[in-house]
């Protein structure tokens, strides 16, 4: 049973346009949620997070919108730029006592910037 | 800022044979490292948890034979795929936990990819 649902596997946006990239989930335990960005052949870098406690979070272009009610989270871009064509990973974190944590992720959504 | 770092990146080996990949903390200590796994078009899903000083913990499904990890440092920990076949053709990854973290945050190695011929 897939925790973490990422239900658009790609996204085609024109660059300087609002992407928006949508993340659902079923654990109401999950504490915290985090967005990694991931190019071909190399590892994913963190890109924004956000508290359980928070409905939203910014960080220049990126901002992440949590609905707790609807257990849904997503990240928008805007402007969108070619340089952010790529993979996005939504993860959520559980803390699982002692400094534990267990991070769970979604297949992705590919982006792609159009110039 | 913190950074992981793996090695090889790219590896092809004949089938049979045993392919060792390393994960580097480069500028802190990690007790935990994890090792994952991507097949194309999937998730990124978790293999073990590699512990400094400890047996690593494996996920359900994951042949603890099959995938060797060794911890023996602060800073490094390693992954050998032993006698390797074509199933096994995937990209791994490591990360470690940003030390002080409170949300769970991972650093995540380039990956290295193996093609097992």
């Known amino acids: 049973d897939q925790q973490v649902k990422q239900n658009s596997p790609s996204l085609s946006v024109q660059e300087g346009r609002i992407s928006i990239l949508n993340c659902d989930y079923t654990?109401?335990?999950?504490?915290?949620f985090l967005w990694y960005k991931k190019y071909p052949a190399e590892g994913p870098t963190f890109l924004i997070s956000?508290?359980?406690?928070?409905d939203k979070n910014e960080d220049g272009r990126f901002t992440v919108f949590l609905n707790k009610s609807a257990k849904h989270l997503s990240l928008h871009i805007v402007p969108s730029q070619p340089g952010d064509s790529a993979v996005y990973f939504c993860?959520?974190?559980?803390?699982?006592?002692?400094?534990?944590?267990?991070?769970?992720f979604g297949k992705g959504t590919k982006l792609s910037v159009i110039p | 800022g913190a950074v992981v770092s793996q090695h090889p990146s790219w590896v092809i080996c004949k089938s049979g044979t045993s392919v060792k990949i390393e994960c580097r903390s480069l500028d802190f200590q990690a007790t935990t490292m994890f090792w994952y796994r991507q097949f194309p078009k999937q998730s990124l899903m978790l293999m073990a948890t590699?512990?400094?000083?400890?047996?690593?913990?494996?996920e359900q499904g994951v042949e603890k034979d099959k995938f060797l990890i060794n911890h023996a440092s602060l800073t490094l920990s390693t992954l050998t795929v032993t006698s390797a076949h074509p199933e096994d053709s995937s990209f791994y990854i490591c990360?470690?936990?940003?030390?002080?973290?409170?949300?769970?945050?991972?650093?995540f190695g380039e990956g290295s990819r193996l093609t097992v011929l």
């Open positions: 956000i508290s359980s406690i928070k």
């Open positions: 990360s470690a936990r940003v030390p002080h973290s409170n949300t769970g945050e991972l650093f």
């Open positions: 590699s512990n400094e000083g400890s047996k690593a913990t494996y």
């Open positions: 993860a959520a974190s559980l803390h699982s006592g002692a400094g534990s944590y267990q991070l769970t």
């Open positions: 654990n109401s335990m999950f504490d915290y």
